[in-house]
């Protein structure tokens, strides 16, 4: 298995050329479903979850190419139904095909995604969503066995903002008969980027990206070409990791407004923060300060940086109070990040971080993809020879981030 080794103590320094957004690309790929022909996607990030994303498109009978950054998927021909345990378990979001299998085919028989690393993540809302569309659903055997004649628009609300329960409501409603509102939905810019998917697909809808979605369902769609939009954790992570070393760098091909609560609290660390339209350069001389995150649903601060942001507190000037709100076991870094000299004292769902003068290198097991880039970061600016284990988590939602550090100055390298 793969490590990554990182000596601390470098400071950061250069450009970074951010990869598409993972958590876009997915529901986009998955979109496919709803199409009879050949679509495009190009920004598509080359990543192990995209990897698993194209075996189950393939399984369930699409064509799927991919030439570096380009996937061509068609699923035109012959569609089956089913999503196997064993590609639904290397991947949980391998659950979106539920909504488009059942608007296409009336029916699906997806595998239960178990819990993990950082939850139960239950699929209640996905299934709740579905059964008012008109599906009949039962679980059986660990799948979820779906059937539905067309599927009906339908008034829905969600009890939890859930991103990837969105987008497969979304994706169901889009060829469902008649109108479905969304209400309570997630806000996220993946939300957004999949409605503008599917609206050029020729869906009709209205509200991504606040509350309230608006699906008026059609009963075709056409294949497209469409370009990805930049990670903003991926950017994130890189942001952070300029204040940490006290670098400099500058993040290209962002989003800067998928970035909004990062950019306030990095400025409130004390890091100087400039953005130019798609970049956004970050530098910081002073020590840093500490400062209180909460994560919350976009545009709150995303529990996708919170590992990451706790490094950076751990080395801050002062106390700082992290609140995790969204998944209830998002804290499994701190035990890792403690052996590296940290001092993190975890309570419930949130975690007080004093900053301390220097981590110091440890070999430290990665556990899950976030908490995988926060040992890396926290490598960035040990004391010593950090070895990072377990770094198939990473592969799963960064493209190449050794490469891409190594290219700013940082001495890591991957060992195989
Ligand atoms: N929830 C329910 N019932 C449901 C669905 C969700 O109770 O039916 C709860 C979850 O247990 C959780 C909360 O709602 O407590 C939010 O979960 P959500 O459904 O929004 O998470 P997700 O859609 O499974 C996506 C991202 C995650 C990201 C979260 C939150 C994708 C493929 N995954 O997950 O990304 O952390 O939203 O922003 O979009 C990552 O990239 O590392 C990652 C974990």
Do not use: W
């Amino acid at each position: 298995m793969d490590k990554i080794i990182v000596e601390g103590g470098r400071t950061l320094k250069g450009e970074v050329h951010i990869s598409g957004a993972k958590n876009a690309a997915l529901p986009i790929l998955i979109s496919s479903l709803l199409t009879d022909g050949l679509n495009t996607f190009s920004n598509v990030p080359q990543l192990q979850d995209i990897h698993s994303t194209a075996l189950l498109l393939e399984n369930l009978g699409a064509r799927v190419e991919t030439e570096d950054n380009t996937v061509r998927i068609d699923a035109g021909g012959q569609i089956q139904y089913k999503a196997e345990y064993d590609l639904v378990r290397k991947m949980r979001a391998s659950v979106l095909v539920l909504g488009p299998l059942v608007a296409r085919l009336g029916k699906a028989r997806v595998s239960l995604p178990g819990g993990c690393a950082i939850g139960a993540r239950p699929i209640n809302l996905h299934l709740k969503g579905l059964a008012a569309l008109g599906a009949s659903i039962e679980l059986k055997h660990g799948y979820v066995e779906a059937s539905a004649g067309r599927l009906k628009g339908a008034d829905i609300y969600f009890d939890v903002v859930t991103v990837t329960g969105t987008e497969n409501l979304m994706m169901a409603a889009a060829l469902a008969k008649g109108t479905t509102l969304l209400r309570n939905a997630a806000r996220e810019p993946e939300i957004v980027a999949l409605a503008d998917t599917l609206i050029s697909m020729g869906a009709d809808i209205q509200g991504a990206g606040t509350s309230v979605i608006t699906i008026n369902g059609v009963s075709l769609l056409k294949p497209i070409e469409a370009t990805i939009i930049p990670d903003r954790i991926e950017a994130g992570t890189f942001m952070m990791a300029a204040v940490l070393t006290r670098g400099s760098i500058t993040v290209l091909n962002a989003e800067p407004d998928h970035l909004g609560a990062l950019i306030d609290k990095l400025r409130l660390t004390g890091a100087e923060i400039e953005i130019d339209d798609k970049t956004v350069h970050v530098k910081t001389k002073a020590d840093i300060k500490s400062v209180d995150i909460k994560t919350q649903p976009y545009p709150g601060f995303p529990t996708d940086m919170q590992a990451q942001f706790m490094v950076l507190m751990s080395i801050a000037n002062g106390t700082s109070m992290i609140s995790e709100t969204i998944f209830e076991n998002r804290f499994i870094h701190v035990s890792e990040l403690r052996r590296m000299g940290a001092d993190i004292q975890v309570s419930g769902d949130f975690a007080i971080v004093r900053g301390v003068p220097n981590l110091s290198a440890a070999e430290v097991m990665a556990s899950d993809l976030r908490a995988s880039a926060s040992l890396i970061l926290a490598g960035l600016v040990a004391e010593g020879t950090t070895e990072v284990n377990r770094v198939y988590h990473l592969d799963r939602g960064y493209q190449s981030l050794e490469k891409k550090f190594a290219a700013l100055g940082a001495a890591i390298r991957r060992v195989k």
